[in-house]
C-alpha cells in the first residue's frame, strides 16, 4: 500500500500547468528533443562521404572489427 502511494504521489508531481507566456520559450528550436531536420541531413551526408557508403547511421568502427 505504501509504494502505491508514493508512485501516485510521484507520478502526480510530474504533471504542471505551463502558461502560453513560458510555451513560447519551451516551443523554441533549442528546447526540442528531436534534432534539426536540416542538420540531420548534413550529418548524413558527412558521414556517408567520410565511409564511403551509405548506411553508414550504426556503431562506430573502422570495419576490420577493432571498434
Known sequence: MRVFVV??????SG????????????????MQFQEDGDELVLENHLI????GSSGARGAR???CGCN
Open 15 to 30: 504533471c504542471s500547468f505551463v502558461s502560453p507566456a513560458k510555451r513560447a520559450t519551451l516551443s523554441k528550436r533549442c
Open 7 to 12: 508512485v501516485l504521489v510521484t507520478a502526480l
Open 48 to 51: 556517408d562521404s567520410r565511409e
Open 61 to 63: 568502427g573502422g570495419g
